[in-house]
């Protein structure tokens, strides 16, 4: 009895050794959804919603998710261009690797094109132009919960991680994004 109950301790101190810590708060929204604005706001550790008004805009709430609460968000169909349409949240990152994972699904399926993206980037930077961006997903978002996962490495040489911000970006109009349990974690 006292190898199986030590077996089982030895177990649970094993998992809980390895599991990883989330870097972004919140990353289920059960602590509520992002608040929409249109200015850059730099509110660290809390998700906020970007748009240009010029671009349509966004709309969030509360949805039911993949696991518990999610966030629904909604990308108004508008004439020009959809881009600058995101959700972010801003923290500090440190030389590494990392693992992003997420799940989504949209209310109808997606363009062929890539229309959900995840990114880090400088708040200083003045467009959302490469950063050594780990762009995903490769795969379409569909109908049906998905999990999306990408790992990217962050150098010593690269600028504004210290003050980096994290997004993601929903390009296609007329459609219902459906985001839960996002994960940023240091894997290395």
């Known amino acids: 009895m006292k190898k199986m109950a030590f077996c089982l301790l030895s177990l649970c101190f094993g998992l809980t050794a390895f599991a990883q810590e989330n870097l972004l708060e919140n990353g289920g929204f059960e ?62 990152l440190e030389p590494g690797q990392y693992e992003i994972t997420f799940y989504a699904k949209a209310s109808k399926n997606a363009a062929e094109r890539t229309s959900l993206r995840v990114m880090i980037k400088p708040t200083t930077a003045s467009y959302l132009g490469d950063f050594k961006s780990p762009w995903s997903p490769k795969k379409k978002v569909t109908t049906e919960w998905q999990q999306f996962t990408q790992k990217f490495t962050i150098t010593d040489d690269q600028e504004g991680v210290d003050n980096a911000r994290f997004l993601i970006t929903l390009e296609e109009p007329d459609i219902d994004f459906f985001i839960d349990e996002v994960t940023l974690t240091k894997i290395k």
């Open 31 to 92: 602590d509520g959804i992002p608040a929409v604005v249109t200015g850059q706001k730099s509110t660290q550790g809390k998700w906020l919603a970007y748009y240009q008004a010029q671009r349509g805009g966004i709309e969030t709430s509360e949805c039911e998710g993949f696991k518990g609460k999610g966030l629904k968000v909604t990308v108004n169909k508008c004439e020009k261009p959809v881009w600058d349409n995101y959700i972010y949240q801003n923290l500090s």
